[in-house]
């Protein structure tokens, strides 16, 4: 069946834009995390959703980073006034709920901020 | 809070070697360990976890992994390596609770030449 996507797979923006991610997880998996890889370092936690709702979101590094998942599968991560500190391999990952079962990842989004 | 420790972030083998990839986790409460694997341009892919019983957990690929309580380390084995293992490995930690959001080492490259 298909996997996690994640679009685009390359985003180049200018510093200060605004920028949108999009992931869309496996059906039926009602979590879905959020992580943000920079170079040379493993992926770090920004946000878990159980549903539509944001169960976790004490990896958020700032107020410039918002995501949403109005429906409960689809999730948008969304940057205002993009830092070229923010240049990074943005990470899905959805499961199905509990018993410690395994994170399914995408592709992720590679962006840059010029 | 956890934390989770890559002894070495490259490590090259010839191939048909055996390979160790170290993995050391902090944490005051029982864990959940778990081996990715990223190729390059690729998401993660789960090669293993270790959940609770047996101290040596299987995975793909011929992967295997063993769980040390008393070292907390959960080191990575393969008694034969192929140029196609080449790629970045990545041990992780599930939190407790809550999110159940995964805490990643800084990753090893393992280079396998002929």
């Known amino acids: 069946g298909a996997g996690v996507s994640q679009t685009p797979s390359n985003k180049v923006t200018e510093k200060g834009k605004y920028v949108e991610l999009r992931c869309d997880p496996i059906?039926?998996?009602?979590?879905l995390y959020w992580y943000r890889q920079s170079l040379g370092q493993g992926p770090e936690f920004l946000i878990y959703?159980?549903?539509?709702?944001?169960?976790?979101d004490s990896g958020l590094p700032n107020d410039r980073f918002f995501a949403v998942r109005p429906e409960g599968s689809v999730s948008t991560l969304k940057i205002q006034r993009t830092e070229r500190g923010d240049s990074a391999v943005y990470l899905c990952?959805?499961?199905?709920?509990?018993?410690?079962?395994?994170?399914?990842f995408g592709p992720g989004t590679r962006l840059t901020v010029l | 809070a956890q934390s989770v420790t890559q002894l070495d972030s490259q490590v090259p083998v010839f191939e048909e070697a055996p390979v160790e990839l170290r993995c050391n986790y902090s944490?005051?409460?029982?864990?959940?360990l778990f081996w990715y694997v990223q190729y390059p341009n690729q998401g993660l892919q789960l090669l293993l976890k270790?959940?609770?019983?047996?101290?040596l957990v299987k995975g793909i690929n011929g992967f295997e992994a063993e769980f040390n309580k008393s070292q907390t380390s959960f080191h990575l084995r393969k008694p034969s390596v192929h140029i196609s293992d080449t790629a970045e490995y990545f041990c992780?930690?599930?939190?407790?609770?809550?999110?159940?959001?995964?805490?990643f080492g800084k990753g090893t490259k393992l280079t396998v030449n002929p």
């Open positions: 990952a959805s499961r199905v709920s509990g018993g410690h079962n395994e994170q399914f």
């Open positions: 059906s039926g998996h009602t979590a």
């Open positions: 959703f159980q549903g539509t709702g944001a169960a976790d």
């Open positions: 944490s005051s409460v029982s864990v959940y």
């Open positions: 270790y959940l609770s019983g047996s101290t």
């Open positions: 992780a930690a599930e939190t407790q609770g809550g999110s159940e959001k995964l805490v």
